[in-house]
Structure formats: structure tokens, C-alpha cells
């Protein structure tokens, strides 16, 4: 099993209707993240956590809000879909020791008609 | 501002030694990173560098001048299996110390 599990893999959806990307980890890591991905623009930052207390805006956070429910859990939601939302979204965890580098899951793509 | 620079796309001979660099402008810097994307899969990480110099891990290697805020990934004996896109992250050094990303580059490896 990964060790960054994000539901749904796939989704494809209409404008204006709600949506909510999940993500859990087995790593034991506090830090989580949600970027997505876009063709020619690499990864964006949406919003970060460093511990069940803490939620961050990142880069790009307008139309999207987060819920870190426990330190495995991060959510992702879009309160009202619209197409310029449609990419590829990862989750990702960090260790605050050694390297620090991110582990990510495998991907949600959403699609947003 | 931050910004990072790849080049776009680049292409490769089995066997043969490729080298894909990385410009960066950031606000702080806590180190850079490579990854290694298969399409339609994660990223996955590859090397870190946060002292000048070159970082060897088996076929790859990575570099680093802080002074000239510049990276390069070399991959050496390239196989079939290297064709993916190779992205450069640079770590922040303030607030979140959060990740910046590259664009990418999309390296194709032909027989």
C-alpha cells in the first residue's frame, strides 16, 4: 500500500458543485501539502499544514479550503468547481529531519465541465 | 519574487550522459532539489543539494552554485526507462520554508 493515499483518483464533475480531495499518510509525518499540477507551469502550491493546529494559504488558495482532521488526514475541498480548477492534484508529506523532502501520493485529476 | 528555469523538453541517445540544468531566483534558499516525474505519476525524489558541489548517487549526480543560483542534474548511462520529466525545487528559507517548483523538463531517451 503508499504510504500517501489520496481518494478519489479520478473525478470528473459539473460547475458549481462542491468537490473534496482527501488525503492520508502512514509516514507519521506532521507536515502535509495539496499543490496541483498544470502542463508548462509545475507544481503550484494550494495550502500547507505543519500540525493539526496549523493551516497555511499558499500560492494559489483562492476558491479552495483545507481540514487537517488528524496528523494522517489532510482534505482538500473546492466549495463551488469551476473549469480553470481542472488539473492533476497531489498531496504530499514532509519529515521535519533529515532532507525534508516531500513524499507525494499518486495523484487526483479533476476534471471540471 | 521566486523563479525558476528549465529547459522545456530535451532528447537523448541510450547509453549517452545527459545534463539538465536549473536557473533559480528565490527570496531564501534551504536547499534545492530534483525529482523524477513519470507521466501520470508522483514525483519522486532523486538528490538534495544545500552546500556547493556535486552530490553522486549512482547513475545521477547533482550540482549546485548558490552564488550563481544554479543546478544541473547529469544522468549518466541513460537508460529507456529515464524518459520522464525531472523537476527543480528550491526550498525556502523563511515562513513555511515551502517548496518552490521548476516547470519541468520532459527528457526523452531514443534507441
Known amino acids: 500500500d503508499a504510504d500517501v493515499t489520496q481518494t478519489p483518483r479520478n473525478r470528473i464533475t459539473k460547475t458549481g458543485k462542491r468537490i473534496m480531495l482527501e488525503c492520508s499518510q502512514t509516514?507519521?509525518?506532521?507536515?502535509m501539502y495539496w499543490y496541483r499540477q498544470d502542463p508548462g507551469l509545475g507544481l503550484r502550491l494550494i495550502y500547507y499544514s505543519f500540525d493539526v493546529k496549523d493551516i497555511n494559504k499558499g500560492e494559489i488558495s483562492d476558491g479552495y479550503s483545507v481540514s487537517r482532521q488528524a496528523q494522517a488526514k489532510f482534505s482538500l475541498s473546492l466549495e463551488s468547481a469551476i473549469p480553470n480548477q481542472t488539473a492533476l492534484y497531489f498531496c504530499?508529506?514532509?519529515?521535519?529531519?533529515?532532507?525534508?523532502?516531500?513524499?507525494f501520493g499518486e495523484g487526483s485529476r479533476l476534471t471540471v465541465l | 519574487g521566486q523563479n525558476i528555469d528549465q529547459p522545456t523538453e530535451m532528447t537523448a541517445t541510450e547509453g549517452a550522459i545527459v545534463q539538465i540544468n536549473c536557473t533559480y531566483q528565490t527570496s531564501g534558499f534551504n536547499g534545492l532539489f530534483w525529482y523524477q516525474q513519470h507521466a501520470g505519476e508522483a514525483p519522486t525524489f532523486l538528490s538534495y543539494n544545500v552546500l556547493d558541489g556535486l552530490e553522486e548517487k549512482g547513475r545521477f549526480s547533482s550540482f549546485l552554485s548558490r552564488s550563481k543560483g544554479y543546478s544541473y542534474l547529469l544522468l549518466k548511462e541513460l537508460q529507456m526507462k529515464d524518459s520522464a520529466s525531472y523537476l527543480c525545487?528550491?526550498?525556502?528559507?523563511?515562513?513555511?520554508?515551502?517548496?518552490?517548483f521548476g516547470p519541468g523538463t520532459r527528457l526523452s531517451v531514443l534507441p
Open positions: 504530499a508529506t514532509s519529515d521535519i529531519v533529515g532532507t525534508g523532502e516531500l513524499f
Open positions: 525545487a528550491v526550498r525556502d528559507a523563511y515562513g513555511g520554508q515551502n517548496f518552490v
Open positions: 509516514k507519521g509525518h506532521d507536515r
